[in-house]
């Protein structure tokens, strides 16, 4: 891969749409650049969807398998009208609820409407208008709807400060926005309402958490995917390949907290013996009861708040990484349910390629 010249703009999170930096940005994805950009969710890599040769060089720089279709990001409406066929009564209603914001839903596609690469070929997109006024004012800028995946290398953990993403991209990407940490942490929820009876499934859980999505459509069912890693013509990201991994090998340890810290401190005191740099994912709570077995303890949140382990998810397994860690046991803490814990979990068990352990 020919290796480019990445420019960083820093903006304020806040910045105005008319940011000279934002609209150097802007023409750059107009002209067939790719750029990464803060959402409310996590970092995003992007180009104009409806250039093939843009997207291919968004496939290029992350590593990332060409049958796994992209989240459109749109700015306005009228540009969803521009992708479409049509907006059925329960999607609409789901757009009113969350958009801006953390949910993407999965659309007949308007044909010729973005380049085949972004829809891997399927008869629907999925699209999203995300709740950050860096990433409106960047797609406002490039007058183009923007395909945008996670702004990492495929597999890794998701980048929610721009740090990250220049310690994957540097060099294979065009640009990076600067606009501060991602606020959610995870992912926007996606989902799709079948057409026979209106159901609402959920092929990624997310942002939008399921019980919020029961609460603005409370005429519809709604039900969350099964084993999506096994879907062998994925209708949306996220739900075919590994994601979110950190370097070393990790595995999740489920079960009552005195019994999965005493199984975890076994665990990583076996390890150590056998020569490895050992590490724990916990929350704040329990942090203290990981002695020397641990040559890292990363908190992650508050057993009390599954918003904050949300948050620092992904930041917590890129620390193993910078430390050299190549043994990792997390304890399988956050809620339970179809709160934010639901997609917390989801990341985390498949940042441990499902290597799951009760006690």
Wanted: glycine share 10%.
């Amino acid at each position: 891969m020919i290796r480019l010249m990445t420019t960083m703009w820093k903006v304020n999170p806040d910045a105005s749409p008319t940011h000279p930096f934002l609209l150097e940005a802007g023409r750059l994805l107009a002209e067939g650049g790719t750029v990464a950009f803060p959402t409310e969710t996590v970092y995003g890599l992007g180009a104009d969807a409806c250039d093939t040769r843009a997207v291919e060089a968004i496939f290029a720089a992350k590593g990332r398998p060409s049958d796994n279709p992209l989240i459109v990001h749109i700015a306005d409406l009228d540009q969803l009208d521009e992708l479409v066929e049509a907006v059925d009564d329960t999607s609409r209603r789901l757009i009113d609820a969350f958009w801006p914001g953390p949910l993407t839903l999965v659309l007949p596609a308007r044909p010729g409407a973005v380049s085949p690469r972004v829809t891997a070929g399927l008869a629907t997109v999925a699209v999203r208008m995300p709740a950050h006024p860096v990433a409106l004012a960047l797609i406002r800028a490039a007058g183009r709807p923007v395909a945008a995946p996670s702004a990492n290398r495929s597999g890794r953990p998701s980048p929610t400060l721009a740090a990250h993403v220049r310690d994957d991209l540097d060099g294979r990407i065009g640009g990076i926005v600067d606009g501060g940490p991602t606020g959610v942490g995870l992912e926007s929820t996606v989902a799709v309402v079948e057409a026979a009876g209106g159901r609402v499934h959920v092929l990624r859980p997310g942002g939008v958490t399921v019980d919020e999505l029961r609460r603005a459509a409370p005429h519809a069912e709604v039900t969350v995917e099964a084993a999506p890693e096994e879907a062998l013509a994925p209708r949306s990201p996220g739900m075919k390949y590994a994601h979110y991994a950190p370097r070393g090998r990790l595995a999740v340890v489920f079960g009552d907290a005195d019994r999965a810290v005493a199984r975890v401190r076994e665990a990583l005191a076996e390890a150590k013996r056998s020569g490895e740099r050992t590490g724990v994912l916990t929350v704040a709570e329990h942090a203290e009861r990981y002695g020397d077995e641990a040559d890292l303890v990363v908190p992650c949140g508050s057993a009390a708040d599954a918003s904050s382990s949300a948050r620092e998810l992904y930041a917590a397994l890129r620390r193993f990484d910078d430390a050299g860690i190549t043994f990792i046991r997390a304890e399988g803490f956050a809620e339970t349910g179809d709160g934010i814990g639901l997609a917390f979990l989801n990341r985390l068990t498949k940042a441990a390629a499902h290597r799951i352990e009760r006690v």
